[in-house]
Each structure stands twice: as structure tokens, then as C-alpha cells.
């Protein structure tokens, strides 16, 4: 028998003795350490400020903020403090702890530093060192609205840089110009650059996943991305893990979607009157209706189509994000979810996002990182007709079969009602069908899903002291399917054909690889950095598409090979690839003399051989009066900086194989039998070389009453030659025109930024910032040397976007018909009267007595944008307008159906129009002649925009403490709340004709983001 074994009582005490120290220590250390925590903020915005630093003075204890400015950090319960608190671009300060338990700090903006560190391409630099022109946006100016796209978020923020969205419906895009249009018929988007992925696309990334948005407007400042920045450049960086404990951030909202701001369509008894007694007034005939549509105008009823396939949706979003790391190793993830309804019935917007990001220090010398992104959309649009249908339909029309009077008395009684409903609304009208069938996405469907995964992986090496090497690798992988789906009971089929289809899958894929040298050497007054860059990118778009008709099912576009007829297919594949080498220097003498010179050969595969390469120089000294001693002693001024830039890029804006002869097929008749071979499509140019623009840019960024007030005021005139267009040659050459380098264009413009603390106080802050840019286009060359070129509303000494025709002279009056003057013109009372040029008696488009003119173009005269943020103790609130001046569009909603008066067969918008009885100047008579109607079309879209109001509230972090909650700002917002536009149309912002489109909306938000 083994005996166990008994451990002596002397060694069970010890054990027991050192236990019970150790509870009295921990207890110890337990009983003397309190919590203390606090917000940190910006003292002229009032601003949270994410990712301060604060750290116990001389120990390495210390903690960041949340997105919500607070934090807590355990520390000392007896004797004095001291707390330092930091952040890139403010005055560090030291906070002493007595026995406070809740902090609010304000820091002041560093005047020595002027602001943060900006993105300017493969480095960085800090805002004093800058000189190009640079405008940067933070994270909470981009969320600050809640957009679903992050180009939103930029609209309005920047000056020089102009936004409008491209229609109305549910994740829709948006048009990016940088300091106006420098090419005619090519790309006009800049190149975006998301943490190091380029070529990616704004929509692809969360706006809650952005930490700041750098944009380089100047040729000296995107001439590091040579041709690829023809058009300025955007660059994202993303939220990044900060050393620490693990933090959790929540952001999330919830907002009611209602149709706002909606034109006014005529009713049923101003539409019967216009067509009825209006017309016949002044000689005119009038309009037949139903019966049915008599019972409802009688009746004193109306139909408001635009109100029956409209709805409130719901628009929400939320993103949630766990971030940390260790001195060495930081990471951030988080996934996000927005949804986006339409205001038609059956529209809807989704998307989902997974972000990941690591950086890793091997050791002394090695970093390593990736940033990663997964994004998959889905937008659904259903019918595209839908509003415009609904927009045109007789407000006399009947919606329920049930309720006609005689079905008979027009087209409903040929064809079974759907669901109920009349198919022809009780109107002698078989082409426009109810829009409630047309609406529903039983009858039609369109559809786009998008999954895009894109991400940056480098590896960075300090060789030597001052000399570091980066090599990195992107690529971005786009698959995008669309289908459209037009049943039987639509617009496109009208009641009687099978349903067609259409199919369309496009591929995307573009790689890039950049090997970079930097060299930094600091010596005494001289300060140098040497970048060299070596890249490659390649691009590939492969596309298949497919229509059939006469489906037998209601299949969709998922059964296309049951389909009776394929009415067209087809598939391509392009390639493009870019080889590039640059070379930039910065150099600063007594941190008041810059200096920065760049240099990037690019060579192109699309373009011709001998013509594939060029060089893209640029040039940029400032000088920091600030440091002067002449303004040194002039206190009010607290910064000041001069700013000369000049550069060249270039623009290889022709699509792959441009430049070469392509091939179509044709048909032969060999004998009575079908034969089939290829003919030259177009006629190759072998010399197609670069469009190559030039830019002049002088800046002066300012500070006063301690950066209380400061301003940048930029002025630039750049010049693009060598633009690629479609030149006309001989016809004995067997084509007419043929792609080559002719024309000029130049932009020239003002852009002012300015920000101001209006009042400071402990409790209480104002701050205002205004953005205002102003940019004049001009062609200054054509093709052949000519000076217009009618065909295609281009006119030498006048915008690329110019509108040309007849100028509007108001109406015809019963007096201009009295003395004879109205019959000059073969016109009479009511009718459009246009100027006489050239005053001959006659209005003409003959060459030599051509009576149009350019009445404007389509790109703004200045556009503004203005915030202002005001803080009361833990409440904020702000308000954001935005105004866009000079805009002229020939209107959509004008020139179709809806302001045609002459019209009998569709709806109207209300209009002051002529008549015997209202001899206005604004809108022609019902019933007489126009020939020149066209010229009322031409109208300004002036607009202001009050684009979000917000009102927010932090709960102390004192009370969240012992909940483990670092922060929650709980907020309200309602977006687009008040449109100010004497323009006819859906939304001044862009030229809509109902088609395509939705309703413009007011969105009222609710929102908390909350920390851990």
C-alpha cells in the first residue's frame, strides 16, 4: 500500500500566509487607483476629437479617444496628476488632477503646424510644408450627413470642387468635376485612390469606414500620378487601429423617407380647362375626353398618379467597428449594412461592407501591412417608365375597373383588367399604360448587383538611416450583372406582346504595383525629401450582354434561353496597361522656403507606337511670411503663406484599340445566297498621342487673431492642347471623320476657403465655414482651325458645354399684332417671340444670317457651400447650405411632353400661360402656332439648398462609466429640407425628364454613436 502524501504544516502556511498578501496587496493597489474620465475637443468647433492621445506624465499609462471625443483611464487615487493631452495639428497640454473625476479639454489649433498632415500622393506632408493646392475634408464633415454614397459627403465641402448627382433613385451616382472640364469628348472624373488602391471608385467604400479625404486639384500636385490625375485626384484614408485596449464603435441611424419638393402637375379640372376652354378662346380646338374622365372632372375629383406609386421608405445604415493593437501591431475591422428605399413603390438600394486593415513592425526595420474591402450592392430601380408614365398620365383617368364609367368609351373594354385595375385608365389612349401596372415588379423590373473586393497589401524596409523602401501591390476585382425585365403588361409590351429581356454582365480588374525609394535628411536649416517611384497598372473589361424576346414565362432574365427570339448578343474584351517612373523632391530652407519639384514618365498601351510615352514635369516653391520678422511682430496675424505652383499632366483619353482600324460584319448577296465578310469600320490614326494640360496655380493661405479666422485664396489657369476628337477629312477617303489631335481648352477660375470661430466660450462655440469657387471654360481651338462647329454646340471662345439657339424675347402681344410687327415674323399674339439678330426682318439658321446665339452653358458660374456649428455645453447643432449660380439647361421637363401645351394627349406642369385674358411674358398661348417654342426651354438653374439641419446631445461620460459605455451622442437630422429654384423641373441639381428617375425627398434621421 502506498501511503499519500501529506504536505507539512509549515510549507501549507507559507502557501496560505502569501495568499492572504497578495489579496491585501491587490486590495491595496485596488483601493488606491480611481477612474477619471473626460471629452476632448477642437476650441474653435467644439468638435470631438477622435484619436487624442491622453498619457499619465511620466509613466506609460495612457489611452486614445473614441469617435465621441471621451475617454477613461484609470490612475492614482492619492496626490496630484498630471495628464498630457495630444493631437497631430494642436497644442499639447498638461491637465493637473486633483480630485476631479470628469475632464472637458479644448485644445487649440497649433499655429506652428497650421492644421493636420495631408495625403499628397506616395507621402504625406504636413499643411504648413504644403505647396500645391490641396482642399482635405475629416471624418465628421464626410458622415455628417449620413450619405449612402461618400461622394455626397464631399458636395459642398471643397472649393473648386463641383458635385451633382445623377438622378434621384435609391444609390444613385454622382458627377465629379475638378476646376471644370479639360477635355471635350473624354473622361472628366477624377482619379480616386482609396489607401492605396487605385483606380477604386467613391461609392465603393462606407462613408463611416473614412478617416479624412485629401483632394490635389493643381497640375503640380496630382502631376505624382502623371496622366491617371489629368482630372485632380482623390484620396481616401481610412479608419486605422491605434495601440490600446480593444474599442468598440457603433454608428447608426434610422431615417423616414417622404417625397418633397415635387413639381406641380395640373389637376383634372385645370387640365380639362387648358385643353377645353383656353384653347377654344383663342381659336383653337378643343380636346375630346371620355365620359369617364367627364364623371371625374365633373365630379370635382382628381387623380394624382405621382402620389399613387409613390411612397414614404425607410433609410438606414450601420456600421460597427472593433479596433486595438499593441506598440507594434494595430488593427481595425468592421462591417456595415445601409438600405436606401425608393420613393416609387418596388425601389430599394442595399449594400454591405466588410473593411479590414493591419500594420505590423517586424522589427526595427520591416513594416508590414493590408487594407482590405468587401462590398456587394443591390439596386433595384423596377420600372424605369414608372414616373415618367405616371408623370404624363391624364389626372382624368380612372385607376380601378370597377369604378369606369363605360369601359367601353375607349380601350379598356379590348383587354382584361389587371388586379383590378383599368388597364388603359378609361382614356382613348392604348399607349400609356396605368402606372400602377406599370409600377409593380410583376410587370417590370430593373436591376443592378455590384460586388467589388479591392485591397492594398506593402511591405516597407528602413535600409538606413533616412532611406526607407515600400513596395506595394492593389487590385481591385468589379463584377457587375444587370437586368431588365418589360412583361407583357408594361409600356414596352402594352398589354398585347410576350415579355423581352435584357442581360448584361461586365468584368472589371485592374492591378497596380508601385516600388517606392524615400529619402529624408534633416540638417540644420536644410530639411530634403527624395521620393522615387516605379508602377505598372494594368486594366481589363470584359462585357457579354443578351435581349430576347417573346418569353413564354415571367422568368426575369434568369431563363433567357426560353425566349422565342434573340433580338441581339454580344461580347468584348479591353485591355489597357501604364508604365510609369517619377521623381519628386521637397526641400525647405529655414522652414520658411519650400521648394518642390516632380517628374513622371508615363507610357500608355492604347495610344500609337512613337507616341506611347511623355513626361509630366512640375514645379512648386512657397514661402512661409509667417516666419518673417516683418510679419512676426504683427500680432494679429498668426499665419501666412505664398503658394506658386506650375505643371504639366496628361490625359491618354481615347479607349483601347483607338487607335487602330476595326472591323465590321457585313452581308453579301453572292448569287441569291447570303454571304457574310468584314469591312474597315473606322479609319486608324497612327499618330494619336497625349492630351496634355498646363497649369498655373498661386495660392495664399492665411491665419489670424490666433487661427481664430483663417482662409486660402487660390487662382489657377490651366490650358489642355492636343485634345482627341473626331476630326473631319475627306469623304474620298471612304469615312468622315476620324479620331486626332486638335483643339484647346482652358480653365481658369478663383476658389476662397473660409473658416472662422465667431465666438469661443467655455460652455458656448460658433464656428463658420464657407467654401466659394468660381471657374470660367473656354474652347480656345478647334479642329482644322475653325471656329464653331454647330452640329456639336461648339464654339470657340465659349464653354464645351455651351447651348446654342434662338434667344427668348418673351411673347407676342394683342398690341404687337395691332401694329403689324408681330406679322413681320409670320406670328401672332401668344406665340414665342425670339430676337432678331441681325435684325433683317427674318429669323434664320442660314450660315451668314444665322440668328442663334450661345445663351449659356451647363457648368456653374461659382458654386458655394456654408456650415455653421454651434455648441452648447453637450449639445451641437449645425446646418449645411449649398447654392450652385449660372447653370443653364435646355429643360427636359420643358422640352417633353409636360410643357408642351400643345399637347392634348398628356398631363401638364401648372404654368402661367398665355391668354386674352393674361397677356403674360413667361409661357406661350394653348392653341397657336410656335415654331420657336424651343427658346423658352433654355432656363437657369439657379438654386440654394439648406442640405441638412442637425441637432445632437453627448451624455457626460461620468454617467456612462460604470456601464462600460466610453461615450453615446445620440442626434437628430433632416436632410434637404428647403429647396430655393425658380427652375421647372424635379431638381434644379440636374436636368431630369422623369425617365429613369425618382422623386426628390426630405429624409428626417435619427442616429446614436456609441463607444466601448
Given at each position: 500500500?502506498?501511503?499519500?502524501?501529506?504536505?507539512?504544516?509549515?510549507?501549507?502556511?507559507f502557501?496560505?500566509?502569501?495568499?492572504?498578501?497578495?489579496?491585501c496587496?491587490?486590495?491595496?493597489?485596488?483601493?488606491?487607483?480611481?477612474?477619471v474620465?473626460?471629452?476632448?475637443?477642437?476650441?474653435?468647433?467644439?468638435q470631438?476629437?477622435?484619436?487624442a492621445?491622453?498619457?499619465?506624465?511620466?509613466?506609460?499609462?495612457?489611452?486614445?479617444t473614441n469617435?465621441?471625443?471621451?475617454?477613461t483611464?484609470?490612475?492614482p487615487?492619492?496626490?496630484?496628476?498630471?495628464?498630457?493631452?495630444s493631437?497631430?495639428?494642436?497644442?499639447?497640454q498638461?491637465?493637473?488632477?486633483?480630485?476631479?473625476?470628469?475632464?472637458?479639454?479644448?485644445?487649440?489649433?497649433?499655429?506652428t503646424?497650421?492644421?493636420?498632415?495631408?495625403?499628397?500622393g506616395?507621402?504625406?506632408?504636413?499643411?504648413?510644408?504644403?505647396?500645391?493646392?490641396?482642399?482635405?475634408?475629416?471624418?465628421?464633415?464626410?458622415?455628417?450627413?449620413?450619405?449612402?454614397?461618400?461622394?455626397?459627403?464631399?458636395?459642398?465641402?471643397?472649393?473648386?470642387?463641383?458635385?451633382?448627382?445623377?438622378?434621384?433613385?435609391?444609390?444613385?451616382?454622382?458627377?465629379?468635376d475638378?476646376r471644370?472640364?479639360?477635355?471635350?469628348?473624354?473622361?472628366?472624373?477624377?482619379?480616386?485612390?482609396?489607401?492605396g488602391?487605385?483606380?477604386?471608385?467613391?461609392?465603393?467604400?462606407?462613408?463611416?469606414?473614412?478617416?479624412k479625404?485629401?483632394?490635389?486639384?493643381?497640375?503640380?500636385?496630382?502631376?505624382?500620378?502623371?496622366?491617371?490625375?489629368a482630372?485632380?485626384?482623390?484620396?481616401?484614408?481610412?479608419?486605422?487601429?491605434?495601440?490600446?485596449?480593444?474599442?468598440?464603435?457603433?454608428?447608426?441611424?434610422?431615417?423616414?423617407?417622404?417625397?418633397g419638393h415635387?413639381?406641380?402637375?395640373?389637376?383634372?379640372?385645370?387640365?380639362?380647362?387648358?385643353?377645353?376652354?383656353?384653347?377654344?378662346a383663342?381659336g383653337?380646338?378643343?380636346?375630346?375626353?371620355?365620359?369617364n374622365e367627364?364623371?371625374?372632372?365633373?365630379?370635382?375629383?382628381?387623380t394624382?398618379?405621382?402620389?399613387?406609386?409613390?411612397d414614404?421608405?425607410?433609410?438606414?445604415?450601420?456600421?460597427?467597428?472593433?479596433?486595438?493593437?499593441?506598440?507594434?501591431?494595430t488593427?481595425?475591422?468592421?462591417?456595415?449594412y445601409i438600405?436606401?428605399?425608393?420613393?416609387?413603390?418596388y425601389?430599394?438600394?442595399?449594400?454591405?461592407?466588410?473593411?479590414?486593415g493591419?500594420e505590423?513592425?517586424i522589427?526595427n526595420?520591416?513594416?508590414v501591412?493590408?487594407?482590405?474591402?468587401?462590398?456587394y450592392?443591390?439596386?433595384?430601380t423596377?420600372?424605369?417608365?414608372?414616373l415618367?408614365s405616371?408623370?404624363?398620365?391624364?389626372?382624368?383617368?380612372t385607376?380601378?375597373?370597377?369604378?369606369?364609367?363605360?369601359?367601353?368609351d375607349?380601350?379598356?373594354?379590348?383587354?382584361?383588367?389587371w388586379?383590378?385595375?383599368?388597364?388603359?385608365?378609361?382614356?382613348?389612349?392604348?399607349?400609356?399604360?396605368?402606372?400602377?401596372?406599370?409600377?409593380n415588379?410583376?410587370?417590370?423590373?430593373?436591376q443592378?448587383?455590384?460586388?467589388?473586393?479591392?485591397?492594398?497589401?506593402?511591405?516597407e524596409?528602413?535600409l538606413?538611416?533616412?532611406?526607407?523602401?515600400r513596395?506595394?501591390?492593389?487590385?481591385?476585382v468589379?463584377s457587375?450583372?444587370?437586368?431588365?425585365f418589360?412583361?407583357?403588361?408594361?409600356?414596352?409590351?402594352?398589354?398585347?406582346?410576350?415579355?423581352?429581356?435584357?442581360?448584361?454582365?461586365?468584368?472589371?480588374?485592374?492591378?497596380?504595383?508601385?516600388?517606392?525609394l524615400?529619402?529624408?535628411l534633416?540638417?540644420?536649416?536644410?530639411?530634403?525629401?527624395?521620393?522615387?517611384?516605379?508602377?505598372?497598372?494594368?486594366?481589363?473589361a470584359?462585357?457579354?450582354?443578351?435581349n430576347?424576346?417573346?418569353?413564354?414565362?415571367?422568368?426575369?432574365?434568369?431563363?433567357?434561353?426560353?425566349?422565342?427570339?434573340?433580338?441581339?448578343?454580344?461580347?468584348?474584351?479591353?485591355?489597357?496597361?501604364?508604365?510609369?517612373?517619377?521623381?519628386?523632391?521637397?526641400?525647405?530652407?529655414?522652414?520658411?522656403?519650400?521648394?518642390?519639384?516632380?517628374?513622371?514618365?508615363?507610357?500608355?498601351?492604347q495610344l500609337?507606337?512613337?507616341?506611347?510615352w511623355?513626361?509630366?514635369?512640375?514645379?512648386?516653391?512657397?514661402?512661409?511670411?509667417?516666419?518673417?520678422?516683418?510679419?512676426?511682430?504683427?500680432?494679429?496675424?498668426?499665419?501666412?503663406?505664398?503658394?506658386?505652383?506650375?505643371?504639366?499632366?496628361?490625359?491618354?483619353t481615347?479607349?483601347p484599340?483607338?487607335?487602330q482600324?476595326?472591323i465590321?460584319?457585313?452581308?453579301?448577296?453572292?448569287?441569291n445566297?447570303?454571304?457574310?465578310?468584314?469591312?474597315?469600320?473606322?479609319?486608324?490614326?497612327?499618330?494619336?498621342?497625349?492630351?496634355?494640360?498646363?497649369?498655373?496655380?498661386?495660392?495664399?493661405?492665411?491665419?489670424?487673431?490666433?487661427?481664430?479666422?483663417?482662409?486660402?485664396?487660390?487662382?489657377?489657369?490651366?490650358?489642355?492642347?492636343?485634345?482627341?476628337?473626331?476630326?473631319?477629312i475627306?469623304?474620298?477617303?471612304?469615312?468622315?471623320?476620324?479620331?486626332?489631335?486638335?483643339?484647346?481648352?482652358g480653365?481658369?477660375?478663383?476658389?476662397?476657403?473660409?473658416?472662422?470661430?465667431?465666438?469661443?466660450?467655455?460652455?458656448?462655440s460658433w464656428?463658420?465655414?464657407?467654401?466659394?469657387?468660381?471657374?470660367?471654360?473656354?474652347?480656345?481651338a478647334?479642329?482644322?482651325?475653325?471656329s464653331?462647329?454647330?452640329?456639336?454646340s461648339?464654339?470657340?471662345?465659349?464653354?464645351?458645354?455651351s447651348?446654342?439657339?434662338?434667344?427668348?424675347?418673351g411673347?407676342?402681344?394683342?398690341?404687337?399684332?395691332?401694329?403689324?410687327?408681330?406679322?413681320?415674323?409670320?406670328?401672332?399674339?401668344?406665340?414665342?417671340?425670339?430676337?432678331?439678330?441681325?435684325?433683317?426682318?427674318?429669323?434664320s439658321?442660314?450660315?451668314?444670317i444665322?440668328?442663334?446665339?450661345?445663351l449659356?452653358?451647363?457648368?456653374?458660374?461659382?458654386?458655394?457651400?456654408?456650415?455653421n456649428r454651434?455648441?452648447?455645453?453637450?449639445?451641437?447643432?449645425?446646418?449645411?447650405?449649398?447654392?450652385s449660380?449660372?447653370?443653364?439647361?435646355?429643360?427636359?421637363?420643358?422640352s417633353?411632353?409636360?410643357?408642351?401645351?400643345?399637347?392634348?394627349?398628356?398631363?401638364?406642369?401648372v404654368?402661367n400661360?398665355?391668354?386674352?385674358?393674361?397677356?403674360?411674358?413667361e409661357?406661350?398661348?394653348v392653341?397657336?402656332?410656335?415654331?420657336?417654342?424651343?427658346a423658352?426651354?433654355?432656363e437657369?438653374?439657379?438654386?440654394?439648398?439648406?442640405?441638412?439641419?442637425?441637432?445632437?446631445?453627448?451624455?457626460?461620460?461620468?454617467?456612462?462609466?460604470?456601464?462600460?459605455?466610453?461615450?453615446?451622442?445620440?442626434?437628430?437630422?433632416v436632410?434637404?429640407?428647403?429647396?430655393?429654384?425658380?427652375?421647372?423641373?424635379?431638381?434644379p441639381?440636374?436636368?431630369?425628364?422623369?425617365?429613369?428617375?425618382?422623386?426628390?425627398?426630405?429624409?428626417?434621421?435619427?442616429?446614436?454613436?456609441?463607444?466601448?
Open positions: 500500500m502506498i501511503a499519500s502524501y501529506q504536505p507539512k504544516k509549515s510549507i501549507m502556511k502557501y496560505f500566509i502569501l495568499a492572504m498578501l497578495m489579496c496587496l491587490a486590495g491595496t493597489v485596488w483601493a488606491q487607483t480611481r477612474q474620465s473626460g471629452t476632448i475637443l477642437d476650441n474653435q468647433t467644439g470631438a476629437l477622435q484619436g492621445s491622453v498619457m499619465q506624465k511620466g509613466t506609460n499609462n495612457g489611452t486614445l469617435a465621441s471625443g471621451n475617454f483611464l484609470t490612475i487615487a492619492q496626490g496630484e496628476v498630471v495628464l498630457t493631452v493631437f497631430s495639428g494642436y497644442t499639447m498638461e491637465i493637473t488632477v486633483t480630485n476631479q473625476t470628469n475632464l472637458r479639454i479644448s485644445l487649440s489649433g497649433d499655429v503646424q497650421l492644421g493636420d498632415v495631408v495625403v499628397v506616395y507621402g504625406t506632408v504636413k499643411k504648413k510644408d504644403l505647396t500645391g493646392a490641396v482642399g482635405s475634408i475629416k471624418a465628421s464633415d464626410i458622415v455628417r450627413g449620413n450619405p449612402v454614397n461618400a461622394t455626397k459627403g464631399i458636395q459642398g465641402q471643397v472649393a473648386g470642387v463641383v458635385i451633382t448627382k445623377a438622378n434621384n433613385q435609391p444609390g444613385q451616382g454622382f458627377n465629379i475638378i471644370g472640364e479639360n477635355t471635350i469628348t473624354g473622361v472628366t472624373e477624377p482619379l480616386v485612390v482609396i489607401d488602391v487605385i483606380g477604386g471608385r467613391l461609392s465603393d467604400i462606407n462613408p463611416a469606414d473614412i478617416e479625404i485629401d483632394i490635389l486639384k493643381d497640375a503640380s500636385s496630382t502631376a505624382i500620378y502623371g496622366s491617371r490625375g482630372n485632380g485626384v482623390v484620396i481616401i484614408t481610412s479608419k486605422k487601429g491605434a495601440s490600446g485596449k480593444p474599442r468598440v464603435t457603433l454608428d447608426s441611424y434610422v431615417g423616414l423617407k417622404t417625397p415635387l413639381m406641380e402637375l395640373q389637376n383634372a379640372q385645370q387640365f380639362y380647362k387648358t385643353l377645353t376652354t383656353d384653347r377654344a383663342n383653337g380646338t378643343p380636346a375630346n375626353f371620355t365620359v367627364l364623371e371625374i372632372i365633373n365630379s370635382g375629383r382628381n394624382d398618379w405621382v402620389d399613387l406609386i409613390t414614404n421608405g425607410i433609410q438606414t445604415g450601420s456600421t460597427i467597428a472593433v479596433s486595438g493593437g499593441s506598440d507594434n501591431t488593427y481595425r475591422f468592421s462591417g456595415g438600405k436606401e428605399d425608393g420613393s416609387l413603390m425601389t430599394n438600394f442595399k449594400k454591405y461592407n466588410l473593411n479590414a493591419l505590423s513592425r522589427n526595420f520591416i513594416k501591412g493590408f487594407t482590405a474591402y468587401v462590398n450592392s443591390e439596386q433595384a423596377g420600372s424605369r417608365e414608372s415618367r405616371a408623370s404624363r398620365s391624364r389626372p382624368t383617368g385607376v380601378y375597373w370597377d369604378d369606369l364609367v363605360n369601359p367601353s375607349g380601350y379598356d373594354a379590348a383587354i382584361d383588367p388586379n383590378g385595375l383599368a388597364t388603359w385608365m378609361g382614356i382613348k389612349d392604348n399607349q400609356v399604360m396605368n402606372p400602377l401596372i406599370e409600377v415588379k410583376a410587370n417590370s423590373q430593373y443592378v448587383n455590384i460586388a467589388n473586393q479591392m485591397g492594398n497589401a506593402y511591405a524596409i528602413a538606413f538611416k533616412g532611406l526607407t523602401f513596395s506595394s501591390i492593389s487590385a481591385s468589379i457587375e450583372k444587370q437586368g431588365d418589360r412583361g407583357t403588361y408594361s409600356k414596352d409590351r402594352i398589354g398585347t406582346r410576350l415579355p423581352r429581356a435584357f442581360y448584361n454582365s461586365r468584368d472589371f480588374r485592374t492591378y497596380t504595383l508601385d516600388n517606392i524615400t529619402y529624408n534633416s540638417k540644420g536649416d536644410h530639411k530634403l525629401t527624395v521620393t522615387a517611384l516605379q508602377s505598372a497598372y494594368k486594366n481589363i470584359e462585357t457579354s450582354t443578351i430576347v424576346d417573346n418569353l413564354p414565362f415571367q422568368s426575369l432574365w434568369y431563363n433567357v434561353g426560353s425566349a422565342g427570339t434573340i433580338t441581339g448578343i454580344a461580347s468584348s474584351y479591353a485591355q489597357n496597361t501604364l508604365q510609369s517612373y517619377m521623381g519628386r523632391v521637397n526641400y525647405s530652407f529655414k522652414n520658411k522656403y519650400l521648394l518642390t519639384l516632380t517628374g513622371r514618365s508615363d507610357g500608355a498601351s500609337s507606337e512613337g507616341n506611347k511623355a513626361f509630366f514635369p512640375s514645379a512648386a516653391v512657397a514661402w512661409r511670411l509667417d516666419e518673417e520678422n516683418f510679419i512676426k511682430n504683427i500680432n494679429v496675424i498668426s499665419g501666412m503663406k505664398l503658394r506658386v505652383s506650375y505643371g504639366q499632366v496628361g490625359n491618354a481615347v479607349n484599340y483607338s487607335t482600324a476595326a465590321l460584319n457585313t452581308a453579301y448577296d453572292f448569287g445566297t447570303a454571304a457574310f465578310g468584314f469591312a474597315p469600320a473606322n479609319l486608324g490614326n497612327k499618330d494619336l498621342k497625349w492630351e496634355r494640360s498646363e497649369e498655373l496655380n498661386i495660392g495664399l493661405d492665411m491665419g489670424f487673431l490666433n487661427n481664430r479666422i483663417t482662409a486660402t485664396v487660390e487662382v489657377y489657369d490651366r490650358k489642355t492642347r492636343d485634345l482627341i476628337l473626331n476630326q473631319n475627306p469623304s474620298s477617303t471612304g469615312f468622315s471623320t476620324v479620331f486626332a489631335n486638335v483643339g484647346k481648352v480653365n481658369k477660375g478663383i476658389e476662397i476657403s473660409l473658416n472662422t470661430v465667431n465666438i469661443s466660450k467655455k460652455d458656448f464656428a463658420t465655414s464657407i467654401n466659394f469657387s468660381k471657374n470660367t471654360n473656354k474652347i480656345l478647334l479642329a482644322s482651325g475653325v464653331q462647329d454647330i452640329g456639336n461648339l464654339f470657340v471662345g465659349y464653354s464645351v458645354r447651348l446654342y439657339y434662338y434667344q427668348f424675347a411673347i407676342w402681344q394683342i398690341p404687337d399684332s395691332i401694329d403689324g410687327s408681330a406679322g413681320v415674323y409670320g406670328q401672332r399674339p401668344g406665340s414665342v417671340r425670339v430676337v432678331d439678330q441681325n435684325k433683317d426682318g427674318k429669323i439658321s442660314s450660315a451668314g444665322d440668328d442663334r446665339v450661345v449659356g452653358n451647363e457648368l456653374p458660374d461659382w458654386v458655394m457651400g456654408m456650415t454651434v455648441r452648447y455645453k453637450n449639445f451641437d447643432f449645425s446646418v449645411f447650405m449649398y447654392t449660380q449660372g447653370v443653364l439647361f435646355r429643360n427636359n421637363i420643358l417633353g411632353t409636360f410643357g408642351d401645351y400643345s399637347n392634348t394627349r398628356y398631363n401638364h406642369i404654368l400661360y398665355w391668354r386674352r385674358d393674361n397677356p403674360t411674358n409661357y406661350y398661348d392653341s397657336v402656332s410656335n415654331p420657336y417654342r424651343q423658352i426651354q433654355y437657369k438653374a439657379n438654386f440654394v439648398k439648406i442640405s441638412d439641419i442637425t441637432l445632437g446631445y453627448t451624455i457626460p461620460p461620468a454617467k456612462l462609466s460604470r456601464l462600460g459605455i466610453n461615450g453615446i451622442r445620440v442626434y437628430g437630422q436632410n434637404n429640407p428647403f429647396v430655393f429654384s425658380k427652375y421647372h423641373g424635379p431638381d441639381e440636374y436636368n431630369s425628364n422623369d425617365y429613369i428617375d425618382d422623386v426628390p425627398t426630405i429624409i428626417y434621421t435619427f442616429g446614436v454613436n456609441v463607444s466601448f
